[in-house]
């Protein structure tokens, strides 16, 4: 299965944080910095942790949705793409 969405999840991002728009809650998080971004990473880990022990699998999704997209957020800020991930996972791979 192709996960072409996180692709073009990562191009809204950048998109997004490119518009200053202040109604964007992209552009929101990413105006605060790193240590915002960082923290609200950490947040989304810890949701993602405690639906996958005590609620339903579909709340799991919604948090690993959640954790995905902030991490993604958390890259652009960090001057990173997701191609540098899947670079350094092919890496391991080897």
């Known amino acids: 299965m192709s ?3 996180l692709k073009e999840l990562e191009s809204v991002i950048r998109e997004r944080i490119s518009s200053k728009d202040p109604n964007s809650y992209t552009y929101t998080i990413y105006s605060k910095g790193v ?8 947040e989304e ?3 993602l942790a405690v639906a996958s022990l005590a609620e339903g699998r579909g ?3 919604e948090e ?5 997209y902030h991490l993604l957020v958390l890259l652009a ?8 991930v899947c670079s ?4 391991r791979r080897r």
């Open 77 to 84: 800020a960090q001057g990173l793409s997701l191609d540098d």
């Open 45 to 47: 880990a810890v949701e």
């Open 3 to 5: 996960c072409d969405v």
């Open 88 to 91: 350094e996972l092919r890496r």
């Open 35 to 42: 240590h915002y971004i960082a923290r609200k990473v950490g």
């Open 59 to 61: 709340r799991v999704v």
């Open 64 to 68: 690993a949705a959640d954790l995905v």
